[in-house]
């Protein structure tokens, strides 16, 4: 039996649709069982155990149940499994699923070490691919836009991209100021007790 080029081609593209479908199902599934605790967290007894008596598993599966980590990830996977299920959000969702499919392998592979989990989950980042691969012409639209033609809107003589790094750090610093603020508010005399000796301490350093 041989198939026309247009039937091969709809077949692939049919393909597509239900490795899509496959994974927003999938990760539907996972996301929303973290938002209603169906995943993550310790028995009661297992809670009332040393950290040396866990295993990674499930010393692992503790970590990941604190908040707001845990509605995070579920709710990013939710997130992502229905963008792949619109045509028009496929390839936001694909690109939003990439990490978490990745993530989700590598904490498999250093925590709960469950080999048929290693397959399945290397299947789903094959299947990501083959979906970027069928939708390459907006892939490669998207990378030209994003590569090609950006640049800084003035240029800047020689002596200003040196300053560079005293400038980054500059913003560093900027972005303590708030938090700096409050605790002055908050707890005035102890602050600034703590940022006197922190001076002092860097005066030191580069005076020695």
């Known amino acids: 039996m041989t198939f026309s080029k247009t039937t091969r081609a709809q077949l692939w593209d049919y393909s597509i649709l239900a490795a899509r479908v496959l994974l927003a199902g999938t990760f539907l599934v996972y996301g929303g069982a973290k938002l209603v605790d169906g995943q993550f967290g310790l028995s009661a007894a297992e809670a009332a155990k040393p950290v040396s008596q866990l295993s990674l598993f499930r010393l692992s599966w503790y970590l990941f149940a604190q908040e707001p980590f845990k509605s995070f990830v579920g709710i990013s996977q939710v997130v992502a499994g229905l963008l792949l299920l619109w045509n028009r959000t496929a390839l936001l969702g694909a690109l939003l699923l990439l990490p978490i499919a990745a993530n989700v392998l590598v904490v498999n592979l250093t925590y709960i070490k469950m080999p048929g989990l290693y397959w399945r989950l290397s299947y789903y980042l094959l299947l990501l691919g083959l979906i970027f691969w069928h939708y390459r012409s907006r892939m490669h639209a998207a990378w030209v836009a994003l590569t090609h033609g950006l640049t800084t809107r003035f240029r800047y003589p020689w002596w200003a991209y040196l300053?560079?790094?005293?400038?980054?750090?500059?913003?560093?610093l900027l972005g303590t100021l708030p938090q700096l603020i409050y605790f002055l508010v908050s707890k005035p005399a102890e602050t600034w007790r703590s940022t006197m000796q922190l001076v002092a301490s860097v005066w030191a350093h580069l005076s020695s």
Do not use: C, K, S, Y
């Open 163 to 172: 300053l560079l790094p005293a400038a980054a750090i500059g913003l560093e």
